[in-house]
């Protein structure tokens, strides 16, 4: 006969049942810890931005807080002579010529880059087979990969000897800048564009293949109406991006300080002008804050995107 089994005093001594006490303190504790970490990360990231706000802020309102720059002379004026003595005059800071160098150049980029980007992103999404998507993402994720500087090299060694033997011209233009911006914000518009399509509900397409509609009138008159907040969106980003461009375009632009006249004659775009002349400026003097100023400009248009995407994304602009 087997004996039955009874712990001994000193086994039940031993042997504790886990303390609920200490779990749930552990949890609170664990639960603590993690939304503490949280709210730093986020705290840090907002301290981040007002900071860097308030900084170009400063020291892009001193041109006109501390010099005494009229801002209509600073927005609309195309004088730009910083260092000029006061006998001949004083120093002109007048940026006009920048502004209008960035708009032409991001706006004719995004003309050229939105429509094909679109095209693109609707044959990955909807006409393409799985090869020709395996094909084109890692295509598109190569050109996003690509870093600014050798755009410009590429744009400087092909395109600008191109345009300057078959086109005239020295070849440095408004030309070879919107060109070489318009491929680098292809990947954005086109990475934006494609999420949006695929995030439409698969059952407005069958609905109107249902009715009858070929699959290019499902595309033109539901799938791409449907994604056009999205596809907005994706076209704004790809404008902010070009607009914040700053070495490949001043490796092929030209930097001379006048209003183009046509797409082959040189120009210069705010980005440029802060990259080329912020070294050679002395801190606190006209020149640098001048120069602040410009990126205050480069600031508010950030906001300004931003605040075009918030729209559009409400649904604000999209009928």
């Known amino acids: 006969m087997h004996k039955e089994f009874s712990p001994g005093p000193d086994a039940e001594k031993s042997f504790r049942f886990p303390d609920k006490g200490n779990i749930q303190r552990r949890k609170r504790c664990g639960e603590f810890l993690g939304r503490s970490a949280a709210f730093l990360a986020a705290a840090l990231v907002v301290l981040l931005t007002v900071s860097i706000i308030y900084f170009i802020g400063s020291k892009g309102l001193a041109t006109f807080t501390v010099h005494g720059v009229r801002v209509t002379e600073f927005l609309f004026s195309t004088q730009w002579w910083p260092d000029r003595p006061l006998e001949e005059g004083g120093p002109a800071v007048g940026s006009l010529t920048f502004i209008l ?9 995004v003309t050229v880059s939105a429509p094909l980007s679109v095209v693109v992103a609707v044959f990955m999404v909807e006409i393409a087979p799985v090869w020709g998507q395996r094909v084109l993402q890692p295509a598109i994720e190569i050109l996003a990969g690509i870093p600014s500087v050798v755009y410009g090299y590429v744009g400087l060694s092909l395109l600008v000897p191109f345009i300057r033997n078959y086109l005239g011209g020295e070849g440095f233009s408004v030309l070879a800048g919107f060109i070489v911006l318009s491929i680098m914000i292809l990947p954005t518009i086109i990475s934006v564009s494609t999420d949006s399509l695929r995030a439409l509900p698969p059952q407005w397409k069958e609905a109107a293949l249902a009715l009858g509609s070929t699959r290019w009138q499902t595309i033109r008159l539901v799938l791409v109406p449907a994604a056009r907040s999205g596809l907005i969106t994706a076209v704004v980003l790809g404008l902010a991006r070009a607009f914040g461009e700053a070495l490949a375009v001043q490796m092929v632009i030209g930097n001379t ?3 183009p006249h046509s797409l082959l004659d040189p ?3 705010l980005t440029s002008a802060i990259t080329m002349d912020m070294g050679y400026t002395i801190m606190g003097s006209l020149w640098n ?6 990126g205050l400009i480069l600031l508010f248009m950030s906001f300004l995107f931003i605040m075009v995407i918030r729209v559009v994304v409400r ?5």
Do not use: K, P, Q
Not at 101 to 109: E, Q
Not at 289 to 294: R, V
């Open 289 to 294: 804050s001048a120069l602040w100023s410009m």
């Open 101 to 109: 160098g960035s708009l032409l150049v991001s706006l004719l980029a």
């Open 257 to 259: 300080r006048t209003i």
């Open 267 to 269: 120009t210069i775009t």
């Open 315 to 319: 649904g604000g602009m999209v009928r």
